[in-house]
């Protein structure tokens, strides 16, 4: 009829058209559905609101009929179609088709199929199905039937798998949209399934450029779940798990594309990384589902994806969290965390992180000892991680910083109070304890380098070590002596460090003129400390096939068999012999004066035995050895002179030393007759002077002879019967060399032995000669000793010992 509203249809008719798998629901006993009557005819173009046009039924009917039109329209449209589910768009009725009637059925994957075919024939519609999800989602979320939630976000997972890469960008604005939303409720179980949705989403290589996608929510949400405190343990676990898992994707999507945020910036790394440490810290359980171990792989793949300007960035999160945590003094974490960077980051980058820490242990030298003793301990872990690359184009500038943690930790030591104001006080154990470890650290750079590298670490080293008179004092002003003394300590411990890695075949290259001669000079100093160290810096040097510590592990010096020892020897090299001729003379003498010193122990002693002894296996020519043996008996008859002030035990240790050389040469190549003299004096001393032999003497309680050592001539080495066993052997040619004794021209240098220093050596050596001494009536000269005028002073004045007498 013309001018009239077309009629509704019935209750039955609408329930009928009801979608295949939805029945509708029972009336309760004793109700029956009414049919709607016609409504009045209405003027073309007017229509009622559907509150408007219902008459007024019973409230029963009325509640079943809002419940069936529930079932048939999940959401509110304008206009009248929106109750008819037949004339809904097509995309909406098959995500409708996608939810059961019961929720823990779970996605009706036949219709989620159709829904995805339908997708993939009409990629233009993805943005409307992507966005009619999400709203259902959403209002699912708010009526709190999680069921559907998931059921929603698992079809939103499956568009976003099966779409194409040209396409995808339709579906991800409402995905994230949605993930936003579930990880702004307060639900633990929908933090996970946002988190899992994302890590899915973050796995697709996608093509096509998006320009207006951040990541910044994510960032912020995924951190803030790493360290939830939730008061189930497990559930905390899970949540954390989550969030380290979330960071994870985003950095897998954004890190390799350049059009996407930049995740290196600052206020990304000041999120991710604490996140990850917090972890990496609280947590030790073992499996793979626990904080620790997702942290260790997020924290490695992020470190792995690095490039050279990224690390700085990186790196500077991982210092402060270890600052504002307190985390250097416990050390083992510390280490670990930069264990974890050095072996994930690209190793052409190490020194990059190398320079971070350093950098850092100077911003923290007014720090407490503790502090910087872990710094340095981990400075020490990731330069031996560091070995395959390079300490980086400033190999003297990283030394240099360590060199000076030294002084200003012994000017600590000597103060009591590591700042200024005197306000906070340290220990000297504390300072020792740094002390050793930035030698150790010295070590294990020195062990990362090329040897030409290490021989000018060894000379930069060797330059910085104070000498008061000529080299300017590393200390404070106020440090006086003792902390020259106590730098000039620290420092040949760290040559040492470098020189007991340094391994070169040729001696010239390794004992440089420019080195051997300072070196040798500490032998004069009166601490017996710093000649001790002096003696191991030569002999590590020298051993270059390491020998040494065979003949230290020899039980007795006097009584072993060098065969059984496994020595490794090998022939004197032309270079060798170019050594020995240029520097003999100088070692001998060095020697023969660290024995007059009357503070030498045992250490002492037995480093004399292995230095002449390396002296021997690695330099053995018959000249050498022919000096070498004059050398030992012009030994023997200095302990045995009364003209020296030598206590008993001295001359004990020097008799014992010449026993032991002589012992260890004779079984090396001399003939026969030479070794039958060595045992037959061996055999007369252990039966009547045991106290002359190094297994009585060299030992931490020696057993010496009461009253004065008196020392038969039974039990001394024979000069005649030594020049008598080498004769008619190749040794024979220098044999005539023994008429001769080896008495080193001192000039006095016997009184100079005595001084503190070598720069009080020069000072007497310059008062003694006429040259240096102005006229009475001039002005002293102000100008500074250098290494130079020292060196010229002592080769002026030991010029004839360059020849033996």
């Not at 971070?356 to 007014?366: K, M, P, Y």
Request: hydrophobic content about 40%; proline content about 6%.
């Amino acid at each position: 009829m013309p001018g009239t509203l077309p009629r509704f249809p019935t209750v039955p008719a609408l329930l009928s058209s009801l979608p295949r798998g939805v029945s509708p629901p029972s009336l309760p006993r004793g109700i029956t559905m009414p049919s709607l009557p016609t409504l009045p005819s209405l003027p073309r173009g007017v229509s009622l609101p559907r509150a408007v046009a219902m008459p007024t039924v019973s409230q029963a009917p009325r509640r079943l009929l809002q419940d069936c039109c529930s079932v048939l329209d999940h959401q509110t449209p304008g206009g009248l179609c929106g109750c008819c589910w037949a004339l809904r768009p097509r995309y909406k009725r098959l995500v409708d088709n996608i939810f059961p009637e019961d929720p823990e059925d779970g996605l009706v994957k036949a219709n989620m199929e159709k829904l995805t075919f339908f997708a993939l024939s009409a990629p233009e519609k993805l943005d409307r199905i992507a966005a009619y999800l999400s709203e259902r989602l959403t209002r699912e979320l708010n009526r709190h039937r999680y069921g559907y939630v998931c059921i929603a976000m698992e079809a939103l997972e499956q568009l976003l798998l099966a779409c194409h890469c040209q396409s995808i960008n339709l579906l991800v604005e409402s995905f994230l949209s949605t993930l936003r939303l579930l990880l702004e409720a307060d639900k633990p179980h929908l933090h996970i399934l946002a988190t899992n949705s994302f890590v899915k989403f973050a796995n697709i290589e996608e093509d096509t450029p998006s320009y207006h996608r951040s990541y910044d929510f994510f960032v912020s949400r995924f951190s803030e779940m790493c360290h939830s405190e939730h008061e189930d343990a497990d559930i905390q676990n899970k949540i954390r798990v989550s969030g380290i898992r979330g960071l994870q994707g985003v950095v897998r999507k954004t890190v390799d594309d350049e059009l996407q945020v930049n995740i290196w910036e600052p206020r990304h790394m000041e999120q991710i990384v604490p996140a990850l440490l917090v972890n990496l810290q609280q947590h030790t359980q073992a499996n793979s589902e626990s904080p620790a171990e997702q942290t260790e792989v997020c924290f490695r793949e992020l470190l792995g994806r690095a490039a050279y300007g990224h690390i700085t960035n990186a790196i500077r999160p991982v210092l402060m969290h270890l600052d504002s945590h307190s985390l250097w003094e416990g050390r083992s974490f510390a280490v670990r965390c930069f264990q974890i960077i050095m072996y994930s980051i690209q190793s052409q980058h190490s020194h990059l992180v190398i320079q971070q820490l350093l950098g850092h242990l100077d911003a923290n030298s007014r720090s407490p000892a503790s502090v910087r003793a872990g710094i340095m301990e981990v400075l020490s872990e990731a330069a031996v991680i560091e070995a395959t690359g390079s300490v980086g184009p400033t190999v003297l500038e990283v030394f240099n910083t360590l060199l000076r943690q030294l002084r200003q930790s012994v000017d600590y030591q000597l103060t009591g109070y590591y700042d200024n104001a005197g306000k906070h006080k340290t220990t000297s154990t504390e300072e020792k304890t740094l002390q050793d470890a930035v030698i150790k650290t010295i070590g294990s750079f020195a062990n990362t380098l090329p040897v030409y590298q290490r021989s000018e670490v060894m000379l930069f080293i060797m330059g910085k070590i104070p000498v008061p008179g000529i080299y300017p004092a590393l200390g404070s002003p106020n440090a006086g002596f003792e902390g020259s003394r106590m730098i000039q300590v620290m420092l040949l411990k760290s040559l040492l460090q470098v020189s007991e890695r340094y391994e070169s075949s040729n001696l010239l290259t390794a004992l440089p003129s420019s080195f051997l001669e300072p070196l040798l000079s500490f032998t004069l100093m009166e601490d017996p400390e710093i000649r001790l160290l002096v003696l191991f810096i030569l002999t590590s040097l020298i051993d270059r096939r390491h020998n040494a510590a065979r003949l230290n592990a020899a039980r007795s010096l006097t009584a072993f068999d060098v065969s059984a020892l496994e020595l490794k020897e090998d022939g004197c090299s032309r270079q060798d012999n170019l050594f020995m001729r240029k520097h003999a003379q100088r070692l001998y003498r060095h020697v023969y004066l660290t024995c007059r010193e009357e503070s030498s122990g045992p250490a002492h002693y037995q480093a004399l035995f292995t230095l002449l002894a390396v002296l021997t296996v690695e330099l053995a020519s018959e000249e050498v050895v022919v000096d070498l043996i004059r050398l030992v008996l012009a030994l023997q008859e200095l302990a045995s002179s009364a003209q020296e002030s030598l206590s008993v035990f001295n001359r004990c240790g020097v008799h014992a030393v010449c026993a032991a050389f002589l012992h260890l040469l004779s079984q090396l190549g001399p003939p026969p007759p030479l070794q039958q003299h060595v045992a037959q004096v061996v055999e007369s001393r252990r039966q009547d002077a045991p106290h002359l032999l190094p297994e009585d003497v060299l030992c931490d309680e020696p057993r010496l002879p009461e009253g004065e050592l008196k020392v038969d001539q039974s039990l001394l080495f024979v000069q005649s019967k030594i020049c008598e066993a080498l004769t008619g052997s190749s040794y024979s040619t220098h044999a005539e060399r023994f008429n001769t004794p080896y008495t080193p021209q001192l000039t006095d240098e016997d009184r100079l032995s005595k001084r503190k220093s070598i720069g009080d050596t020069v000072s007497l050596q310059m008062d003694m000669d006429p040259q240096y001494c102005p006229d009475t009536h001039q002005k002293p000269q102000t100008e500074q000793i250098t290494f130079e005028t020292l060196k010229n002073a002592i080769g002026k004045r030991t010029k004839p010992e360059n020849v033996l007498s």
